[in-house]
């Protein structure tokens, strides 16, 4: 049983530039949420996706926008990178209802240059 | 400041020593869950804790949340190298399937 997929694993970005950074649930979950984990901290909320609608966000800007896909994939964006951005994006499935904590991704480590 | 603060920020043991972190919030917390981490790498579950006085174990590590469900506490029991990495407690604060992390401890084992 595949759990949190995400792509790609390592990414390096210039300042200015858009990113794109995918994730696939673990099979039976449906809704996913997007953290970021700068070095050093522990992992902080950007946003939650579930039925294809941002349900709930964190305290991040509009640079950062979400999708959530009918298969309940799911893809981060960021744009107009900073090299605050820089950090491991960490994606997390779990199924509505009864809610026992998440399951995560390993990840994609992202560099602004 | 944190909403959830971890003590220690980093802790090195010598390999069969028992060890102990901490995790704190001035809030009541609907749920406490731990994770491990290893660098750089993707946040693996241990426990959950969503009762006053809840304390779970699995094998070597034990984990604890008081009366007041504002206080956690994960045990390692005879440490060995393999429990080596961040560990990292996550709160619920608004039953709203939403984790609020603490900074992380980092855990070395010494040989």
């Known amino acids: 049983d595949a759990g949190v997929t995400q792509s790609p694993t390592h990414l390096i970005k210039t300042r200015g530039q858009q990113v794109t950074l995918r994730c696939s649930p673990k099979?039976?979950?449906?809704?996913v949420s997007w953290y970021q984990q700068a070095l050093g901290q522990g992992p902080q909320f950007i946003f939650q996706y579930y039925e294809e609608e941002e349900r709930q966000r964190g305290n991040f800007p509009d640079r950062f926008s979400g999708h959530q896909f009918p298969n309940y994939s799911s893809e981060l964006n960021v744009n107009a990178l900073l090299l605050g951005d820089s950090a491991l994006y960490l994606c997390?499935?779990?199924?509505?209802?009864?809610?026992?904590?998440?399951?995560f991704g390993s990840g994609t480590r992202l560099t602004v240059v | 400041s944190q909403e959830l603060e971890q003590s220690p920020q980093s802790l090195i043991v010598q390999e069969g020593k028992n060890l102990t972190i901490n995790c704190t919030s001035s809030?009541?917390?609907?749920?406490l869950y731990w994770y491990k981490q290893k660098y750089g790498e993707g946040l693996i579950f241990l426990m959950m804790l969503q009762k006053g006085g809840e304390e779970k174990s699995h094998e070597k590590i034990t984990a604890k949340l008081d009366e007041k469900k504002q206080q956690s506490s994960l045990h390692i029991t005879a440490s060995q190298p393999s429990h080596a990495g961040i560990y990292l407690c996550g709160a619920d604060m608004s039953g709203a399937q939403k984790l609020v992390f603490g900074q992380g401890t980092r855990l070395t084992i010494n040989p």
């Open positions: 997390a499935s779990s199924p509505a209802g009864v809610w026992y904590g998440y399951t």
């Open positions: 099979s039976g979950h449906d809704t």
């Open positions: 809030k009541t917390l609907y749920g």
